[in-house]
Structures are given as C-alpha cells and as structure tokens.
C-alpha cells in the first residue's frame, strides 16, 4: 500500500504494472506498441515544413534551412545530434558529446561506411550546411542490436536495451541533426 503512490507516476506514463499479493513487478515496456507523434511527446515545431517521406518509410522535416552543397551517399560529414525514443515519450537516448566549455563537439562520420544507423544516412541524404532536420526512423532502419552507431550513452543504453528486448516493440525513434560541415 505504500508503494501505490509512488507507482501511480509510473503508471500515468505508459508503463505496464503486474501487482500480486506478495510481490510488485514494474516494467519498463510501454503498454501498446503504437508510436506516439512527435506532437504527443511536446516536440512540435510550428512554421516548419512538413515530413518528407522516403522509399524507406524514413520520414524529415527541414526544421532550419541550409546553403551550399548538399549531402550525398558517401559524403563525410560533421554533426550535432539529439536521438529520442517516440515509444518512450521522447526519452532522449544520444546527444552529441560537449567539450568542457558545453560546446557539442561534432560527430565525424562518413556516410555509407555503416557509422549510422541507415534510416539516419537515409534522412540525411540532400541537407545542406547549417540545415537542421529532424529525422523519424522506423525500426527497420533503426537500431536493430546495441551495437549500432550514434552509441547511446547512460540510460540511453538501458532504455534502448529495453526497446530491443521486448518482442512487441515499436523501435521509432527522433533524430534532430544540424549538419555543421560537408567535406
């Protein structure tokens, strides 16, 4: 009984509970697998264009415009990038490292060599410098082992980690990506 008051938050949040007389059970898998709208977790963006969807079923949405060249499939490429769970309320798993002033320090990385999940290198393809996208990839093209580039680091870890291992998951996940350079 005094548990119950701290579990209620837990519940309210989408989370699955299994009470018993002599034990309480609390998971950390969504109660349904149905993915949550980049509106629904408060991340909308008013004025910005509307998504894009590609071949892929990976869907962007240019959030800030950009100018010169524009990505291609084996560009290189600096970044700056926030990852989020949709099916997790927009829990952010991944954000690009910061010097020690906080100033984020650019993830280098070559498209096409398998440094990125693919749906990321998909939504990519076309920005242009100093463009933000934000980046919706469906679990096909998402993380399909721990092992996947951009790494998440902390809880990040442990929520993608609940993500993958549950068998009804709905893996969509959020990127907001500033392309910083194009070499």
């Keep these: 009984k005094m548990l119950l008051p701290l579990l209620l938050p837990v519940a309210a949040r989408g989370l699955s509970m299994i009470a018993r007389r002599d034990m309480l059970l609390v998971a950390i898998a969504p ?16 004025g910005a264009s509307s998504f894009v ?22 560009s290189t490429v600096l970044l700056q990038v926030t990852g989020r769970f949709l099916n997790l309320d927009g829990v952010k798993f991944y954000s ?7 100033v984020p320090e650019p993830l280098r990385v070559t498209l096409g060599s398998g440094q990125l999940v693919r749906g990321l290198e998909d939504g990519l393809i076309g920005a ?9 990839v469906p679990e096909s093209r ?26 009804r998951r709905d893996a969509t996940i959020l990127f ?3 392309v910083v350079k194009i070499k």
């Excluded at 240019?62 to 499939?73: A, C, Q, T």
């Excluded at 690009?96 to 906080?102: K, N, Q, R, S, V």
């Design 31 to 46: 109660r349904s697998v149905e993915t949550k709208s980049v509106e629904g977790i408060g991340l909308e963006t008013p």
């Design 53 to 74: 969807t590609l071949d892929s079923g990976v869907k962007f949405k240019e959030l800030k415009s950009g100018e010169g060249p524009s990505v291609g499939p084996s």
């Design 96 to 102: 690009t490292p910061a010097d020690e002033y906080g």
């Design 128 to 136: 242009r410098k100093n463009e933000i996208r934000r980046i919706l």
């Design 142 to 167: 998402g993380y399909l082992s721990e092992l996947e580039e951009p790494r998440p680091t902390g809880l990040g870890l442990r929520a993608l980690k609940s993500v993958l291992d549950n068998p």
């Design 176 to 178: 907001d990506v500033k």
